[in-house]
């Protein structure tokens, strides 16, 4: 079976995060939205605005079609009868199938899975430790792993990257390729 591997580094962008409050609707900037007299008048001019009466008028005309649909619809009327289905007599349960334990001897958590695409017989599982900065990251394996589900017992194949891979995913168009994403 032929692999291959490929790494890409991104340009980092420094991002900044704005924000504003937004506590009374959007005055002009002459209207002070706490004096009750300047937005009293200031709503008595819009509302006499021909465009306002239009779209306003608009607006009604399509909230009334809408209100009429739904007037039209009996939502108390049952339309699927004796079709009741009772699942309260089966308690929840779940088992387990298979184990797939990480090869390594400081064991990781699992970062991301990733189900083969074709029929779903191999799985790949990126291992990684998630705190920034842990000192078992020195210590430990950074191979990622792919699975056949018939045989948890070994890795089918072992993914070598240079950092841990903290994301993976097959490509639903060609499940040929995988792409993972690294720690650094």
């Given at each position: 079976a032929e692999m291959s591997e490929r790494e890409v580094n991104t340009e980092r962008f420094s991002y900044l995060s704005i924000g504003n409050t937004h506590n009374q609707g959007g005055w002009p900037k002459d209207i002070d939205a706490t004096e009750k007299d300047q937005t009293a008048r200031y709503k008595k001019k819009v509302e006499k605005?021909?465009?306002?009466i239009r779209q306003v008028k608009n607006l009604a005309d399509a909230c009334e079609q809408s209100l009429m649909q739904n007037y039209a619809i009996d939502i108390y009327q049952e339309y699927f009868s004796g079709e009741y289905a009772d699942h309260s007599s089966e308690p929840p349960s779940a088992k387990t199938l298979t184990v797939f334990k990480d090869p390594s001897?400081?064991?990781?958590?699992?970062?991301?899975?990733?189900?083969y695409p074709d029929g779903g017989r191999k799985i790949a599982a990126a291992f990684s430790v998630m705190q920034f900065q842990d000192w078992r990251m020195e210590k430990m394996s950074q191979k990622s792993y792919i699975w056949d589900i018939n045989n948890p017992n070994t890795?089918?194949?072992?993914?070598?990257?240079?950092?841990?891979l903290c994301s993976?995913?097959?490509?639903p168009k060609d499940p040929h390729g995988l792409v993972g994403g690294s720690y650094n």
């Open positions: 605005d021909e465009d306002y001897e400081i064991k990781r958590t699992v970062a991301d899975i990733s189900w890795p089918e194949f072992e993914l070598v990257p240079s950092s841990p993976l995913e097959y490509n």
